[in-house]
């Protein structure tokens, strides 16, 4: 059976099936982001209006969809002559890799676990397979946060991004190598910024805590 998107919902399907999202199913073991709230925090920083900061937040998340279409348009050789800074820092940064195929925007889906995503970047080397996750966002890197843990099962990990994107990629090789039979030997997520070079991050294996969650999923679904 073929998974299918839609891409104006965001909404994977299998069949009649709705698939929930890697983005989704992560979500689920933090706390959820209280929008209204930080968007009145940011207003009264700022000097702005609540709506002006929830414009610029989706200005923000269309740009962020456009750099993702640029570059697979790149990848699928559908280019054009200028790039801004966060495309070109993507296609040179992908020349560092001996790779032998690249796929972007790669669907996948579990049909043990019925959790679906896309993977920004697949790149199949000599040495196995590398998936890599674009991130266009601003906010600095956190790798810790002793005040605030996710949720159980894995409340022994901080709430801070790395580890959101960590899990993130972790799942996504979880569903690709279910999905493929082939071996991922690296994962992480590359920052675009609007100048300068671009930062990689790898991440560490939380294939340990990926079991944990999607079989807390299951069990909470069922």
């Not at 929008?35 to 209006?49: E, G, L």
């Not at 996948?108 to 199949?124: C, F, K, P, Q």
């Amino acid at each position: 059976m073929k998974l299918k998107f839609n891409e104006s919902k965001h909404e994977y399907k299998l069949g009649d099936k709705v698939l929930p999202s890697v983005t989704k199913v992560i979500k689920s073991f933090f706390e959820p982001f209280d929008k209204d709230y930080w968007a009145k925090f940011i207003a009264m920083r700022d000097s702005k209006t609540k709506r002006q900061v929830l414009q610029d937040w989706k200005v923000k998340r269309d740009w962020g969809s456009k750099v993702h279409q640029l570059i697979e348009d790149h990848i699928n050789d559908k280019r054009i002559k200028n790039y801004p800074n966060e495309v070109s820092g993507a296609i040179d940064f992908l020349k560092t890799f001996n790779h032998k195929e690249i796929t972007s925007e790669l669907r996948v889906h579990s049909n043990e676990w019925l959790v679906a995503g896309t993977i920004d970047v697949v790149l199949e080397t000599p040495e196995g397979v590398i998936l890599l996750d674009w991130k266009t966002t601003k906010r600095p890197i956190r790798k810790e946060n002793s005040f605030q843990q996710a949720k159980p099962p894995i409340n022994h990990i901080g709430e801070c991004n790395y580890n959101i994107y960590a899990l993130q990629l972790n799942m996504y090789k979880a569903l690709f190598e279910e999905a493929y039979g082939k071996k991922v030997i690296e994962i992480g997520f590359v920052i675009l910024p609007e100048s300068g070079p671009v930062e990689y991050f790898p991440v560490p294996d939380y294939s340990h805590e990926v079991y944990l969650m999607l079989d807390h999923w299951q069990n909470w679904r069922d």
